[in-house]
Structure formats: structure tokens, C-alpha cells
């Protein structure tokens, strides 16, 4: 368990610094851009590369990469053979995408946003930024294939820290534009091809300086790394054959959310849209990011390991624990963030109203915390198994529930409520997702001590109530909507000036959530208390 939280904690320490980075580097963005017509041009443009990406390898990295890697350590070399073949191979074929995607920008905006309120004129901003945006795939999946590996051999520091490399390169290139240039720029003909070249190269070049820090690390992962064409007989047909299943479900994902992106298209311009589901995700992947992959990871290892050596009963006592353990941190975290909604929106909008809006969209998202933190473990579960067909299921089920969703909300709710409508349907579809998975892994190995983390659920539930009840009660006495926290200010202080309100609304939420947990006690609380001391001192 030490060997856990130390892991743990270096893991959340880079990925807090990361994403709070990140969050600066999200409100500059929106200061440049505004938060409508350019903005929504531009989410949609830096947004092709990740789903990219996502389609020919994360799904693959995560779900068969990591096991395999971590069986390739018994061969007689040490896994070096098969990650050599294995990166050669997918160089090539991240190559190839990226230069066949570049070509195909224009075809590209048009599946994601052809209902843009813009017409022609933001349909061809989104282009000219994709231009530049998509050659980030190349380096997301090589970035991508340095970290598993390195995850793979229980080596988290640089996976997680070099993404601030790439915050820190951004934050500098958004400020030296505002100092250049008048910002917001909202207008569509004030993006000059220079203009658009700057951010351009400020997003991609931010991707490859991550890539190249991850880089410099590389020994630390005790393999030698060198081209190898010979892709074959070391078990790479394997892969092939358990990253089918993943390829085709992430397929899948990507093609409900071409419907759901081009669905809020017709909102864009009008009220939330394409950037402000952005940005809300933003907000509610943090603490995902922080708590539910820097303490899932290391045990996604560990479970992998039990499942090598058929140690079956470790390793469901590996679920029931991390299950819990990430329990007691989500539900507060969903607690703070739904009561701060509003604030924590005003980061990314220009004015009260606009958070307003905003802010329903953050909720819809934020209802989602509490199964997909349950559903990172279950799901990888079958994939330490090596089943990838069975997530395929029960996923092409959640798409197929977003799909059904995103167009009823295009259908029978007003364009303000769009955004909202989808991300709601998005939560509603994970909620059943992660109820069949957990069905389909107890049919697959029995019991998942589910008595004992449900009722822990319970007990962390009760208290988060509590927590946000006095955190609403808190937020209305610094004034609700109409606070200082919700300027009108159009300036980047007038954004910033909702942070010590999140930070006042959050703490007081934060002390009551443990009292409460104290007065139940729960045993829970003391791993909480002990890796949360782990994480402040990395």
C-alpha cells in the first residue's frame, strides 16, 4: 500500500500542477478568443487531433498496451524486442494518419460542424486552424507510447509532470499574442493567416515539447529503444487481435461524438455551444484527472500483475479497495464543484450571464464523476484479462444511449438548453454503462466485494450532501450570482476574481465532508487523510 500511495501521489501532484496550468491556459484562450463564434471554430479544430488520436491508439494503450508490456517483462530480453517493434510500428502508422488527416482538414470540419451558425466564413476558420492543430496527433501518440511504457514499468513521474511543459509553452505564447495584439478578437476577419499561424504554432508546439521532455526520461524505463521492422514473433498479433475489439469500440464513441459536436453547432453563437461544453468538461475532467487517474493508475498496474500470476483474490481485494478509496475523494469533489458552478463557469465566459448558462452545462457533466470513477476500474478489469470484447458491449450500449439523447435535446429543447440536454444524456448513458459492467464482471469472476463499497458509497454520499448544503449556504452569503464572483468585468480580472470564491466555497465544503465522515466513521477516511498528506508533500 505504500508503494501504491507513493505512486499515487506523484502521479496527483503532476496532474494537479498540469491541469491548473491548464485551467490558466483555458481562461487566456478564451480571452483571445472569445467564447462564440472563433472560439466554437477553434474548440473544433484542436479538438480533431485528440479524436485523431483516439481512434487508431489511446483506446489500444490503455487497454492492451500497458498488460502486454507488462507481460513482456519475462521474455529473455527483458521486453526490449517487443517494444521496439512495437514503437517502430506505430511511428509509422501515427505518421501516416497524421499526413492522410492533415489532407482531409477540410472533410474533417465538415463531419464535426457543418451546422455552424457561421456559415462558410467559420466553417473556413475551422479549417485554417486545423491546418495547424492536426499534426499534434503524431506526438500525442508518440507522447502517449513513451508514457504507458513507462507506466507499464511503475515509472509515473515524467508521464505526469511533462504535460506542464506544455501548459507553461502555451500560457507564454497566449500571453505574448495579448500583449501583440487586442483581445478578445471575436470577429472572424480579424484572424489574418498570421494570426491564425501564431496560435497555430503556440497549441502544436506546446504537444511537442511535452513529447520531447517525456523524451529525455526514457532510461529510466530500463529498456533500450531502436527501430525494428521485424514485426514478427514476439506476439504482436496479440495486440492486433485484443486492440480490434478496443479499435472498433472507440470507433464507435468517436462517431457519437461527431453527431453530438455537430449537434451544438446550431447553438453556436446564440448560447452555449461547442467551446463552453469545452470548457465545462474542463472543469469536470480535473478532478477526474487528479483523483480518479493518479490513483487508478498504480492499481491498474497492480491488478495487472495479480491477473499475470492468478492471483484472483488479491486482486479483487485490489478493486473493493481502489473502488472505495477513489470514492471518498469523487463524491467530494462532486459536492464543491456543483455548488460553485456558477464561479467556477465565470472562468471561461465574459460575463455573469454567460456563466449562468454555463453553468447547468458544468452540472449536467459533474452527475457523471461517481460511476465513471467506478467504471475506470471495472473496465480495465476485463482488460487484464485480456477482454476487450465485452467493454466493446456494454460501450457500443453507452454510445448508443448519447447518440438517441444528443437527438432528442436537438429536437425538443431550445438552443440555450442544447449543450445542456447532451451532457446530460452523456451522464445518463455512462450511469447504465457502468451498471451492466459491473453486471458482466460479476458474471466473468463473482463476487466484487460490492456489500463493502457500496456502503461505503453510502456513507461518503451522506456526507457530501451535507458538505454541499453548507457549501451552498456559503456561496449565498458571499452574494450568489450577483458577487464579486461573478463579475461582469469583460478582462481576464474580471474572470479571475471567482477564484477565491472557489477557493472559500470549496474549503468550507471540504471540513464539513470530513466531519461529517468522522461522525460516521469511516474507515475510509484515514487512507483518505494519509494519501492526501502524501500528495501535499510531493
Given at each position: 500500500?505504500?508503494s501504491?500511495?507513493?505512486?499515487?501521489?506523484?502521479?496527483?501532484?503532476?496532474?494537479?500542477?498540469?491541469r491548473?496550468?491548464?485551467?490558466?491556459?483555458?481562461?487566456?484562450?478564451?480571452q483571445v478568443?472569445?467564447?462564440?463564434?472563433v472560439g466554437d471554430?477553434?474548440?473544433?479544430?484542436?479538438?480533431l487531433p485528440?479524436?485523431?488520436?483516439?481512434?487508431?491508439?489511446a483506446?489500444?494503450?490503455t487497454?492492451?498496451?500497458?498488460?502486454?508490456i507488462?507481460?513482456?517483462?519475462?521474455?529473455e530480453?527483458?521486453g526490449?524486442?517487443f517494444?521496439?517493434?512495437?514503437f517502430?510500428l506505430s511511428?509509422?502508422v501515427?505518421?501516416?494518419?497524421?499526413i492522410?488527416?492533415?489532407i482531409?482538414?477540410?472533410?474533417l470540419?465538415?463531419?464535426?460542424a457543418?451546422?455552424?451558425?457561421?456559415?462558410a466564413a467559420?466553417?473556413?476558420?475551422?479549417?485554417?486552424?486545423?491546418?495547424?492543430?492536426?499534426p499534434?496527433?503524431?506526438?500525442y501518440?508518440?507522447?502517449a507510447?513513451v508514457?504507458?511504457?513507462?507506466?507499464?514499468?511503475?515509472?509515473?513521474?515524467?508521464?505526469t509532470?511533462?504535460?506542464?511543459?506544455?501548459n507553461?509553452?502555451?500560457?507564454?505564447?497566449?500571453?505574448l499574442?495579448?500583449?501583440m495584439?487586442?483581445?478578445?478578437?471575436t470577429?472572424m476577419?480579424?484572424?489574418t493567416p498570421d494570426?491564425?499561424?501564431f496560435?497555430?504554432?503556440?497549441t502544436t508546439?506546446?504537444i511537442i515539447?511535452?513529447?520531447?521532455?517525456?523524451?529525455?526520461?526514457?532510461?529510466r524505463s530500463?529498456?533500450?529503444?531502436?527501430?525494428?521492422f521485424?514485426w514478427?514473433g514476439?506476439g504482436?498479433?496479440?495486440?492486433?487481435r485484443?486492440?480490434?475489439?478496443?479499435?472498433?469500440?472507440?470507433?464507435v464513441a468517436q462517431?457519437a461524438?461527431?453527431?453530438q459536436?455537430?449537434?451544438?453547432?446550431?447553438?453556436s453563437?446564440?448560447?452555449?455551444?461547442?467551446?463552453?461544453?469545452?470548457?465545462?468538461f474542463?472543469?469536470?475532467?480535473?478532478?477526474?484527472?487528479?483523483i480518479?487517474?493518479s490513483?487508478?493508475?498504480p492499481?491498474?498496474?497492480?491488478?495487472?500483475?495479480?491477473?499475470?500470476?492468478?492471483r484472483?483474490?488479491e486482486?479483487?481485494?485490489d478493486i473493493?479497495?481502489?473502488?472505495r478509496?477513489?470514492g471518498?475523494?469523487?463524491?467530494?469533489?462532486?459536492?464543491?464543484l456543483?455548488?460553485?458552478?456558477v464561479?467556477a463557469?465565470?472562468?471561461?465566459?465574459?460575463?455573469a450571464?454567460?456563466?449562468?448558462?454555463v453553468a447547468?452545462v458544468?452540472?449536467?457533466?459533474?452527475?457523471?464523476l461517481?460511476?465513471?470513477?467506478i467504471?475506470?476500474?471495472?473496465?480495465?478489469?476485463?482488460y487484464?484479462?485480456?477482454d476487450?470484447r465485452t467493454?466493446f458491449?456494454f460501450?457500443?450500449l453507452?454510445?448508443?444511449?448519447?447518440?438517441i439523447?444528443?437527438?432528442a435535446?436537438y429536437?425538443?429543447?431550445p438552443?440555450?438548453f442544447?449543450?445542456v440536454?447532451?451532457?446530460?444524456?452523456?451522464?445518463?448513458?455512462?450511469?447504465?454503462?457502468?451498471?451492466v459492467?459491473?453486471?458482466?464482471?460479476r458474471?466473468?469472476?463473482?463476487?466484487?466485494?460490492?456489500?463493502?463499497w457500496?456502503?461505503?458509497?453510502a456513507?461518503?454520499?451522506?456526507?457530501g450532501?451535507?458538505?454541499?448544503?453548507?457549501?451552498?449556504?456559503t456561496?449565498?452569503?458571499?452574494g450568489?450570482?450577483?458577487s464579486?464572483m461573478?463579475?461582469?468585468?469583460?478582462?481576464?480580472?474580471?474572470?479571475?476574481?471567482a477564484l477565491?470564491?472557489?477557493a472559500?466555497i470549496?474549503?468550507?465544503?471540504?471540513?464539513?465532508y470530513?466531519?461529517v465522515?468522522?461522525?460516521l466513521r469511516?474507515?475510509?477516511?484515514?487512507?483518505?487523510?494519509?494519501?492526501g498528506k502524501?500528495?501535499?508533500?510531493?
Open positions: 500500500m505504500a501504491l500511495g507513493r505512486s499515487s501521489a506523484m502521479i496527483a501532484a503532476g496532474t494537479m500542477a498540469s491548473v496550468l491548464g485551467l490558466v491556459r483555458t481562461v487566456l484562450l478564451v478568443l472569445g467564447e462564440f463564434f471554430a477553434f474548440a473544433v479544430a484542436n479538438g485528440s479524436t485523431i488520436f483516439n481512434i487508431i491508439s483506446g489500444v494503450l487497454a492492451v498496451f500497458v498488460p502486454q507488462v507481460k513482456s517483462r519475462q521474455h530480453d527483458g526490449n524486442a517494444v521496439s517493434k512495437l517502430t511511428t509509422v501515427l505518421t501516416v494518419v497524421t492522410v488527416a492533415t482531409a482538414a477540410p472533410l470540419v465538415l463531419i464535426y457543418n451546422k455552424f451558425n457561421g456559415g467559420q466553417i473556413a476558420l475551422a479549417t485554417a486552424f486545423a491546418y495547424w492543430c492536426i499534434q496527433v503524431l506526438f501518440g508518440l507522447f507510447l508514457g504507458e511504457t513507462f507506466n507499464a514499468r511503475k515509472v509515473y513521474g515524467p508521464y509532470w511533462a504535460p506542464v511543459v506544455n507553461v509553452f502555451s500560457i507564454a505564447g497566449l500571453a499574442f495579448m500583449a495584439f487586442e483581445t478578445p478578437m470577429e476577419a480579424d484572424w494570426r491564425i499561424a496560435i497555430g504554432i503556440v508546439g506546446g515539447a511535452q513529447f520531447l521532455v517525456l523524451l529525455l526520461f526514457w532510461r530500463g529498456l533500450t529503444l531502436r527501430p525494428d521485424r514478427r514476439v504482436l498479433s496479440e495486440v492486433a485484443l486492440g480490434g475489439w478496443t479499435f472498433a469500440m472507440v470507433i462517431i461524438g461527431a453527431i459536436s455537430n449537434l451544438v453547432a446550431d447553438a453563437g446564440v448560447s452555449p455551444a461547442q467551446l463552453s461544453m469545452n470548457n465545462a474542463l472543469v469536470y475532467i480535473l478532478p477526474y484527472s487528479i480518479v487517474l490513483i487508478g493508475t492499481y491498474f498496474t497492480r491488478i495487472s500483475e495479480h491477473a499475470a500470476a492468478g484472483k483474490s486482486l479483487v481485494d473493493d479497495s481502489s473502488i478509496t477513489l471518498i475523494f469523487i463524491v467530494l469533489a462532486t459536492a464543491a456543483a455548488v460553485a458552478a464561479p463557469s465565470r472562468l471561461f465566459t465574459s460575463n450571464d454567460s456563466a449562468l448558462q447547468p458544468l452540472w449536467a457533466y459533474l452527475a457523471n461517481i460511476p465513471v470513477a467504471l475506470f476500474i471495472v473496465q480495465r478489469t476485463f487484464v484479462y485480456g476487450t467493454p458491449y460501450t457500443v453507452q454510445q448508443s444511449i448519447v447518440i439523447t444528443a437527438y435535446a429536437w425538443f429543447l438552443k440555450e442544447l449543450a440536454g447532451i451532457a446530460g444524456g452523456q451522464t445518463f448513458a455512462t450511469i447504465v454503462q457502468t451498471v459492467a459491473i453486471l458482466l464482471l458474471r466473468r469472476i463473482g463476487s466484487l466485494h460490492s456489500r463493502s457500496l456502503t461505503a458509497y456513507r461518503f454520499i451522506v456526507a450532501i451535507a458538505a454541499a448544503a453548507v457549501g451552498w449556504v456561496y449565498e452569503l458571499l450568489g450570482s450577483h464579486w461573478v463579475s461582469n468585468d469583460p478582462s481576464l480580472v474580471g474572470k479571475l476574481t477565491p470564491g472557489l472559500i470549496g474549503a468550507v465544503a471540504a471540513v464539513v470530513v466531519l465522515l468522522l461522525l469511516a474507515p475510509e477516511l484515514r487512507v483518505a487523510i494519509d494519501t502524501r500528495m501535499l508533500r510531493r
